[in-house]
Structure formats: structure tokens, C-alpha cells
């Protein structure tokens, strides 16, 4: 019962001030959307992902500015990113997706953007309890933290290529039902010349006779 009462304890001051957005959104050809996230707080940790889940070659240009309009971070033709920086200034942050250099193709970005304000408090020493045992949980804390960081980005990763290989099917069934419909009326059309071209043969030879 100790215990459990020290781990509750320690969950509550390990609980971070965390507020984030997760979004999907559909990025038009020769199209560049922004979004803004305001960070209250200096020296804030700022987590940043994106994956293009469909559409053209899975790639996009981005760009992370800050409030003084210094680019942060930036790429192009990128599939996805995982990023976390941290925020030296308070102000709005403006987060790009820039899909100009596609005419036609309008892609499907997932992405998510969230700030962690981590507010860590000194643990109160407890009857019975001795340092070593309070550093050997929060040690174990930390651990199931990374790990649960850990768990969440490979599922983000399979979630990312499920959808790329789910596009890629119905990108090649589309083809292959094109393909076929092309085929079909390619067939069509040289059995209907062969047709004429027959006709026009057996009337050639009649007249022939005549």
C-alpha cells in the first residue's frame, strides 16, 4: 500500500503541462497552407511530425518559422519527419506544408504539433521510504515514458506505410481497370477494321467478276 501510495505520488509530479494539435488535411495542388501554434513559455519543448499518407510520390516541402521570423527548420520533398526542438523565444510559431511543386497531385498530410511545458517538483520524503528506493521508481517512471514515446512513433511509422501500400493498390487497380478498358476497346475497334476491311475485300472481287 506504501508503495502504490509513493508511485501515485510520483505520477503527480511527473505530470507534465502538455497542449498539442493532431490533424490530417488535404493539401491542394500548387497549394501552401500554414499552421500556428502560440508557446507560452521559454526554453517550451516543441514536438513537430508529418507524414504524407497519399498522393503523387509521398512527398512534401515544409518549414518551421519562429516568432522573429527565423526559420527554424525546413525540407523539401520530404515523406516525413519527427522533430522536438526547443522554444527560445515566447510567441506564435507558424508550422508550412508547401505543395507548389505539384500540378495536379493533392496530398494527405497527417501531422501533429505539440508543446510540453515539463513542471517537475521536488518528491516529499516519506515515513519509511529511502532515497534510493524514491530514484529507483522515478528511474523506472522515465523508462516506461521513453518507452511509451517509443510505442507511439512506431505506430504513427506502421499507420504511415499501411496508408502508403493502401494507396499504392488502388493507384495500380486503377491502372490495371484503365489498362484493360483500353485494351478491350483496342480489340474492339481492330475487330470491327478487320471486319470492314473483309467486306471491302469480297466487294472489290465481286465487281471483279461483274
Do not use: H, W
Request: charged share 20%; hydrophobic share 40%; glycine share 6%.
Amino acid at each position: 500500500m506504501r508503495v502504490f501510495l509513493l508511485l501515485s505520488s510520483l505520477l503527480a509530479f511527473f505530470t507534465s503541462y502538455a497542449y498539442g494539435t493532431a490533424l490530417t488535411y488535404k493539401l491542394g495542388a500548387n497549394e501552401k497552407s500554414c499552421f500556428f501554434t502560440f508557446v507560452e513559455q521559454k526554453g517550451a519543448k516543441v514536438a513537430f511530425y508529418f507524414a504524407v499518407q497519399s498522393g503523387g510520390s509521398f512527398d512534401v516541402d515544409y518549414s518551421v518559422v519562429g516568432p522573429n521570423e527565423k526559420t527554424i527548420m525546413d525540407g523539401s520533398k520530404e515523406r516525413q519527419g519527427d522533430f522536438v526542438f526547443t522554444a527560445n523565444d515566447v510567441g506564435e510559431y507558424r508550422f508550412c506544408f508547401n505543395n507548389e511543386m505539384s500540378t495536379f497531385a493533392e496530398k494527405m498530410v497527417d501531422f501533429e504539433i505539440a508543446v510540453e511545458n515539463e513542471q517537475r517538483a521536488q518528491l516529499p520524503s516519506k515515513q519509511g521510504t529511502s532515497p534510493e528506493q524514491t530514484s529507483v521508481l522515478e528511474e523506472s517512471i522515465l523508462k516506461l515514458s521513453a518507452q511509451l514515446s517509443t510505442i507511439n512513433r512506431n505506430q504513427k511509422y506502421f499507420r504511415t506505410r499501411e496508408n502508403r501500400n493502401f494507396s499504392t493498390v488502388r493507384s495500380t487497380e486503377r491502372r490495371i481497370f484503365n489498362f484493360s478498358v483500353i485494351e478491350g476497346v483496342m480489340m474492339v475497334t481492330m475487330a470491327g477494321l478487320q471486319v470492314f476491311i473483309v467486306r471491302f475485300f469480297f466487294q472489290g472481287a465481286r465487281k471483279g467478276y461483274v
